[in-house]
């Protein structure tokens, strides 16, 4: 019984399955797999959240406010690249890509937050 359940728990992976089975040419840590998965998630969340709101604010007050949100997107997304990629090069080498998403992923919250309140005309 004792082996069949020690099977059973070496079985288990945590993780997305890019990250637990690698193919045999993927050379990533697992930590930054795992950094990366969860990073390309939240730009997606990111911009299905743009997305829902600049049609939603277009067609509550038109046009000319859904092109004002874009153009203040852009700019906080380039600050948003800008502060994060300082802030990773104080990392060391080694972890200067997961140092990165995880600013940039922290970044996206409050702003998806905010994108979602910008859209329930908060």
Known sequence: MFMLVA???????????????PSPNDMRPYTL???ETYHDETER????????T????????????????????????RQRRRLCAS???LAPTSEFARAEFSCLD?????????????????
């Open 7 to 21: 099977a059973v728990i070496g079985q288990v992976e945590i993780g997305p399955r890019e990250c637990t089975r």
């Open 33 to 35: 797999c795992l950094a």
């Open 45 to 52: 969340q990111l911009r299905r959240q743009l997305k829902i």
């Open 54 to 77: 600049l049609q939603l604010l277009r067609a509550k007050t038109g046009a000319r406010a859904a092109s004002r949100l874009q153009t203040e997107q852009r700019r906080w997304d």
């Open 87 to 89: 802030e990773a090069s």
């Open 106 to 122: 922290r970044a996206a919250d409050p702003r998806i937050a905010r994108l979602v309140a910008i859209a329930k005309g908060r």
